[in-house]
């Protein structure tokens, strides 16, 4: 994960190569912000219901498609490009990319207070067993 910046910063995506079936990169992190590219294949995704007690989540399609869910199978919106959801912390939620294209999906997400990577990390609930490992998919 990127370092805590306490000054302006600027960064850079760059889509990855190879996304198998999911790829988390990481793109920029203050005290109490951070912000990622989660890159899908077609049928990937989240892999089970969870929430977030203390971020406020905003995503965003870049491309693709996406559906996400706020309980096992009701829809909470199907987004393509240009399109994004907002998710308040404790609302339970997971997603999948939908349709035949990779997704780039930007995840924006603020904490009630400062936090460390690990405390970012732990900041799960999780509603039912998650079917991949999910630290595999984090990159730098």
Known sequence: MREVSTEITTFKYTR???????????LAKTDRLFSTMQVLRPGG???NLHAHPSLDGLWFVISGRARFYSDETTVAGELGPMEGIL???GSKYWF?????????????ECSTKSFTTEEAMADRL???ERKADFGKALEE
């Open 96 to 108: 999948e990319a939908a349709g035949d294209d990779i997704l780039e999906l930007l995840q924006v």
């Open 16 to 26: 990855p190569a190879e996304v198998n079936p999911k790829k988390i990169l990481w």
């Open 126 to 128: 999780d509603f039912n």
């Open 87 to 89: 998710i308040p912390r």
């Open 45 to 47: 995704g989240e892999t």
